[in-house]
């Protein structure tokens, strides 16, 4: 053992844990949990935490790494996490080594010749690694002291970011013990955690399940039109107190404008996957170093930045998953600060998480196709496709899917053969989970529950869960900065006793009947009717609750309103503050205000087009004869004359742009976006 690791050991005489604390990393105390953690695995138990980021999770691993003494090897699915810590870890005087592919050869062999002299304190390697020939036998000539699993949610099929190279660290575990496992994330649902003891074969784990409350958070979920959303987040962050921030954008190219723009208004830059190793080097220590105040980046950045002073995260499109999503706002305010976290969406997001989903997961008979080609026999990955005559990108979404699921056994050759036969019943089962994912999420934007207590329950503390923040945009709207409100009519207000008198027979009913009931000619329209429960949820009248029944095979979701105590003695003659949501205006949605739907349309006047919006116009008319005739339907079907004029006007050359036409809606837009967004670039409709 060196000077350095015998220094910082525990010593055989009787240095405390506290002591040991101290010394080594320069803290008077333990925060909360953190003990229990620590004495778990310095006694040589398996260990799964689950703790929020920010709470001090790595020094659960690394205080009980010093205290047992030799080497303890840390697997870590970022570079730039996996750098992050090795580098503080080395700043105490450590000795500390990374294998990645990021380093060259000699480094990597240099690290590996370290490790078997039992020189180092931490090791810290790529799961991928684990796929070199002869490498997890050299990991096993010298076994480790403690064995790491850091991001261990990566782990899961079921969870928000699983990597197929983590699923295969479980049959490597064997010959690296007796060393004891601790498995640690920020984000774990009940059933993520199950998953991650039972892959990783953990004996009797000590599980420790802490603190997902984030009291300093105050969520905001806004509607806005994608149109919209670069405006918005520039005016946001136009004030110094809002940063520094990262934002996050769906797609590089949108990561890359939105930071152009930013950039102009103060220092900012865009942060993916696309850029080289050392632009997102550069710019990740920018950012630490405070020299940038904004990233604009896709999900590839954020995992494992120490960051303390992040004012406000804001998400431009609705995340993949409430995991993923509770993961990234927990960078904002570690410092324990109040800070501000804001998620835009409108329904066009739902497409395209349709369309991600579609892209990310093939038809079971795609992965069908290919393992009837496979062999025990080793055969090359790309003779594979050939043979198959199968688009690039769909052969190898539809391969990853086949090898993270056991149909197909992948070597670091890129040689593939084989695998089991269940893979089927797998696949299918994740499928669904993701799509379960996406329905979650819209519902939470759709929501008007607290937002920190939804997510607090997502997590499976219902306990905890029952109690409101008292910050987000539920709680406390008139706090809000991207959400805008207004004092409800005397109407309103009106409509707020019916519903109560309504709810009072049953307590509690189906939003839809109840809407249904009171409004049988529509004279209020569903979306209005919609934002006065939310108003009167904010009020404390009624609970609102999202709900599911199964008929004929099918799970159909609904929201039930249930009437509180409060509102069962709600006189009459009550003054009411009912707080309503603000009109298309503020949020950039096309819904107007609440109250009655007026009889008649409101008149516009007509655009006035250009010579080349007339032209545009004429071939729109063409197209839309053309899709009347071939649906035998009259031609205002397809689009009446005033949204075909407003289209030949903006010209939309995004799905999501003709969405922020009026009279186009989602179903229209999924049906004729493509073509009418080819007509006003100037192509084919087909």
Known sequence: ?????????????????????????????????QRAVCQASIKGRDVLLVMPTGAGKSLCYQLPALARGGTTLVVSPLIALMEDQAAKLSALGLSVARIHSGMDRSASRQACIDYLNGSLNF?????????????AEMLAKRRPSLIAIDEAHCISQWGHDFR????????????????????????????????????LGMVQPAC????????????????????????????????EERR??????????QAEALARELSQIFPA??????????????????????????????IAFGMGIDKADVRTVIHTALPSSLEAYYQEIGRAGRDGKPSRTILMYSWSDRRMQDFFFERDYPRAEVLDNIYRKLARDPRNREELRESLHMDPDTFDKAMEKLTIHGGSVLDYADNVTAGDTGWRTSYVSQAQRRRTQIELVMRFAESTQCRMSALVRHFGDNADGQRACGVCDSCAPERCVARRFRTGTGEERSTVQAIVEALRSTLSRSTGKLYKELFPREDMSRNDFEDLLAAMARLGL?????AEFETEGRTIPYRKATLTLKGENLEKAAPLNLVMKHSAAASGGKRQGSGKKPSKPRQEPDVTLSSSGEELAKRLVEWRMAEARERNVPAYCILSNKTLRAIAHEAPATEDDLL???GIGPAKAANFGEAICRICSGGSPA
């Open 1 to 33: 053992m060196s000077h350095t690791r015998a220094a910082l050991a525990v010593s055989k005489t009787s240095e405390t844990l506290d002591e040991l604390l101290h010394r080594a990393f320069g803290f008077r105390s333990f925060r909360a949990n």
């Open 123 to 135: 090791l810290f390697i790529a799961p991928e690694r684990l796929r070199v020939p002869g490498f």
């Open 164 to 199: 197929p190279d983590y699923r295969t660290l479980g049959q490597h575990m064997p010959a690296l013990r007796p060393a004891p496992v601790i498995a640690l994330t920020a984000t774990a649902t009940p059933v993520v955690q199950k998953d991650i003891v039972q892959q």
């Open 208 to 239: 420790f399940i802490h603190g997902f409350r984030r009291e300093n958070l105050a969520i905001e979920v806004v509607e806005v039109v994608p149109s919209r959303r670069s405006e918005s987040v520039c005016t946001l962050l136009s004030k």
């Open 244 to 253: 520094p921030a990262i934002v996050y954008a769906p797609t590089r190219k």
């Open 269 to 298: 830059a865009a942060y993916h996957a696309g850029l080289d190793p050392e632009h997102r080097d550069k710019v990740q220590r920018q950012f630490l170093a405070g020299r940038l105040q904004a990233v604009v980046a896709t």
């Open 542 to 546: 009624v609970d609102l609750e999202d």
């Open 660 to 662: 922020t036409i009026p």
